[in-house]
């Protein structure tokens, strides 16, 4: 788990940080705890860095919680936010950013140890239906389901979404393993498709929902459409 603190007050952020520690320990969860004294600093390491779950401070001196919470819900709708506060009022401000908990600050001790317990759950639970690369310079999630095919770029392997093409320097077989999911089926020796997003299958060709066209091998042809009847029957209620 990547997790960041980030409140002004040096004092209150050791005390969570602390908190952290200890119930991390005891949960046997292994994370990386990075804290910031400013809501700048955090906007910063942002650009490179997700986070699975952040507390965080709604009032400080240079930039509030509640606009930092708007830019991390821009770049990721995923992390969890814990507000911890001494301001419960500015709660219904931050109502649409969908705010996983609020924590008073003279009630931490008491409350955040059950709101990481349940955060912990979440993420677990959100981490196997993502695949994730995480390298010394780069931390992302990718929803499985929001995956269309994945296919072989020399040494690298390239995410092919809705939205976005992400590589990684990973062979497709390592990607292939990793993932681990019935959905994803290879219809050639450098292509891995997404069945839930193949809408038609025509001449050795698979259709998506995108309507790109990918061309599927013939010794994969009549596998892959066997798996997709037996997977609409699985799904379909």
């Not at 390592?174 to 001449?203: M, P, Q, R, T, W």
Request: one cysteine or more.
């Amino acid at each position: 788990m990547n997790i960041s603190i980030v409140d002004d007050n040096k004092n209150i952020l050791d005390q969570e940080l602390n908190l952290l520690k200890s119930i991390l320990s005891k949960e046997s969860i292994i994370s990386e705890i990075t804290t910031f004294t400013s809501g700048d600093s955090f906007l910063f390491a942002l650009e490179d860095k997700m986070f699975d779950l952040i507390l965080l401070d709604i009032e400080m001196p240079d930039i509030t919680g509640i606009d930092i919470a708007k830019i991390i819900r821009k770049k990721n709708k995923n992390s969890l936010i814990i507000f911890i506060t001494s301001h419960l009022e500015f709660a219904i401000d931050s109502y649409e950013l969908n705010i996983f908990r609020y924590i008073p600050k003279s009630r931490m001790e008491e409350k955040l140890p059950l709101a990481l317990k349940d955060a912990i759950k979440i993420i677990n639970l959100q981490n196997k239906n993502c695949y994730t690369i995480q390298t010394k310079t780069r931390f992302q999630k990718i929803p499985l389901n929001s995956i269309l095919y994945i296919y072989k770029d020399g040494k690298n392997s390239v995410f092919v979404t809705e939205d976005d093409s992400i590589k990684v320097r990973k062979p497709l077989a390592a990607v292939f393993s990793e993932i681990n999911c019935k959905e994803f089926f290879y219809i050639d020796k450098g292509v891995i498709v997404n069945l839930l997003h193949i809408i038609k299958i025509k001449d050795n060709m698979a259709v998506l929902k995108n309507n790109e066209i990918l061309s599927v091998s013939r010794n994969h042809i009549n596998e892959l459409k066997s798996n997709i009847h037996m997977f609409w029957e699985e799904n379909l209620l």
